[in-house]
């Protein structure tokens, strides 16, 4: 079912991808990109989603259950200057109880990677959480907190996708339409949104 869901909108990001460059005359080109993060990235849809709309091969190093300091290792481990021209992250919502400061020292230092080895970097904001059955009222706020620094453009990434207007349509708990469960992780539909955002954030 949701290959003929990525293969339709493929067609559509296809369509609009080359609208735009039509309109503009130009578009960056990129040769491969890297998917580092959580749970929330780790999943084929996502990566052959991405795949099919930006036209390049993407590595995902992503795992399930990882905070953002292991996601910086991901980074370390995995980007390749000269090869990962553009770099995707999801990092932040395993973080838990720990500080705020924490997460943005880390997002920081995962951006700085991306951009010494000259990737373009498009990072995404923690997903809407006040739905989730695991969640508390503490985490629901740091949560919130890490999302409007990095929608400020705290952590200096290329580009920053918003989750909560992906996956929320703006609000703070997760679409019924994107939901896998639980209340945070999508399903293969929010997946393929997500995916989509990011092809936006490219362009």
């Known amino acids: 079912m949701w290959r003929s869901l990525i293969a339709g909108v493929a067609v559509l990001g296809a369509g609009v991808l080359t609208a735009t460059y039509l309109l503009t005359g130009r578009r960056r ?10 749970s929330l990235v780790a999943a084929p849809v996502f990566t052959q ?12 190093v992503a795992i399930v259950g990882k905070g953002s300091r ?13 090869e990962h021209d553009v770099l995707v992250i999801s990092a932040g919502t395993n973080d838990g109880a720990g500080a705020l400061a924490t997460t943005q020292q880390n997002l920081r230092s995962i951006v700085a990677r991306g951009k010494t080895a000259g990737a373009f970097v498009v990072l995404m904001s923690e997903p809407p959480l006040r ?9 629901i706020a740091r949560s919130e907190a890490s999302g409007r620094w990095t929608m400020g453009g705290g952590s200096r990434a290329d580009r920053v996708v918003s989750l909560y207007q992906v996956l929320g349509g703006d609000d703070f708990s997760i679409l019924s339409e994107y939901n ?14 997500m995916a989509q955002a990011v092809a936006r954030a490219m362009r």
């Open 29 to 38: 080109a990129f040769r491969r990109g890297l998917i580092v993060g959580d």
């Open 49 to 60: 989603t991405l795949e099919q709309l930006t036209g390049i091969p993407w590595d995902n």
């Open 70 to 82: 292991a996601i910086d290792l991901q980074v370390q481990q995995s980007l390749r200057s000269g």
């Open 131 to 139: 739905a989730y059955r695991g969640s508390n009222a503490a985490g």
């Open 180 to 193: 896998g469960g639980d209340g945070l992780h999508p399903n293969s539909a929010g997946r393929v949104a």
